[in-house]
């Protein structure tokens, strides 16, 4: 499989999480650890699944690691049995402090 990513990913190796809903707020919210993340996209640890294609908007724990939650959002474009890779069409600025 062709790497076709156009940002460096980093590696989380302190725990952060997130949560993510749909932008349909009917759609209950998940939870999940992030494991890798760059300024196009997230890999998501989680036990839910979550529908490919899906528009999502994201809660990210930086607390411990800015002093803040990032906000984000973007569309689910991969899922396999660990989680989902989520494609970012929206990040805060801030996500410059924890990816170079």
Avoid: F, W
Wanted: overall charge positive.
């Amino acid at each position: 499989m062709t790497n076709r990513r156009t940002a460096p990913r980093k590696k989380i190796s302190r725990k952060m999480d997130a949560t993510i809903t749909y932008s349909d707020a009917s759609t209950q919210a998940h939870g999940g650890r992030v494991s890798d993340l760059s300024r196009k996209g997230i890999y998501l640890e989680t036990d839910k699944r979550l529908s490919k294609d899906a528009y999502v908007n994201m809660k990210l724990g930086t607390e411990d690691i800015i002093g803040k939650p990032l906000c984000a959002q973007g569309v689910v474009v991969r899922t396999d049995e660990n989680g989902v890779g989520i494609e970012l069409s929206y990040v805060e600025e801030d996500i410059e402090k924890i990816i170079p």
